[in-house]
């Protein structure tokens, strides 16, 4: 098991289609004890639902291309800012564990996924969330104002 989840039951979801990509996700995290759940696309994903998951991961390509999905994940970001978000997508020319992408996700994964980023990913996301919260809170505190 991914040591830094060794006391905890993880519950993952999936937005995207139900691939490969999917499938390899889906036994490298069950081979952790990890549950990898497809979740219901954006349009019908309730705050509820979204809540219930501890890291959502996105497949980008599955949905249309970073493109088409920018203003998409930066509503269900701010909707929902403390759902760790992880990016998974060909196009992008590495795994990137830093916050540079915050608005739309906490990590991005180059698609295929390697085992050893999908471990850092995980650990990743759950402490960038951290800081993405933080700011979504200042802001809404600040435009009350």
């Not at 139900?18 to 309730?46: C, H, K, W």
């Not at 990016?87 to 915050?102: N, V």
């Amino acid at each position: 098991m991914f040591a830094h989840f060794e006391d905890r039951d993880i519950k993952c979801g999936y937005i995207g289609p139900e691939n490969r990509q999917y499938d390899v996700l889906r036994r490298m995290l069950s081979s952790n004890e990890i549950t990898l759940q497809p979740a219901t696309g954006f349009s019908s994903l309730g705050f509820a639902e979204a809540a219930s998951y501890d890291i959502m991961f996105v497949d980008i390509d599955g949905l249309g291309g970073i493109d088409r999905m920018i203003d998409t994940l930066s509503i269900f970001r701010i909707d929902n800012p403390g759902v760790p978000v992880v990016m998974i997508s060909d196009t992008f020319s590495r795994d990137d564990f830093d916050k540079s992408r915050q608005i739309l996700a906490d990590v991005s994964l180059r698609s295929p996924v390697l085992y050893p980023s999908l471990e850092l990913s995980l650990f990743e996301a759950v402490q960038n969330n951290l800081s993405w919260q933080e700011n979504v809170v200042y802001h809404r505190e600040n435009i009350a104002a």
